[in-house]
């Protein structure tokens, strides 16, 4: 696996894709340091701290559960070295609901050694996905 922290990110979000299409955190795993710590704004249905490889699988499921659709529809790397700045769109349907929405999260991204070891993701509207998401 490669160390250039841009490969590991395009590695880590195929892997993603993957994992949302058939629910296996196994190719996800390799991108994940031990320690990673992703932190979620907890307004958000998947808010909080995780941490570790248990605390990142149940942030996928967690995630899962929320959207039935998460595609990534336009990533532009705004830093390429560590920490990475990454300005992704997002289009995502609500599981519970059904309803649509596209926005723009900014995420910090520190990889270290080939692996993800934090993860910092800043929405624009927290209100508007958690209202998207509760029936």
Do not use: N
Not at 25 to 46: G, I
Not at 104 to 121: D, K, M, S, Y
Request: overall charge negative.
């Amino acid at each position: 696996m490669s160390t250039d922290p841009v490969a590991v990110l395009e590695g880590m979000y195929a892997a993603e894709a993957e994992y949302l299409a058939a629910g296996d955190f196994a190719p996800l795993a390799p991108f994940f340091a031990p320690d990673v710590v992703l932190h979620q704004a907890d307004a958000l249905p998947y808010g909080g701290v995780w941490r570790g490889h248990e605390g990142i699988e149940a942030f996928f499921a967690a995630m899962s559960r929320a959207w039935d659709v998460f595609d990534l529809a336009k990533q532009e790397f705004l830093a390429t070295t560590s920490p990475l700045v990454v300005l992704t769109h997002v289009h995502a349907r609500a599981r519970a609901t059904g309803r649509e929405l596209d926005f723009p999260i900014l995420q910090t991204i520190t990889v270290a050694a080939g692996r993800v070891t934090e993860v910092r993701p800043f929405y624009w509207d927290t209100a508007a996905i958690a209202a998207a998401c509760s029936t």
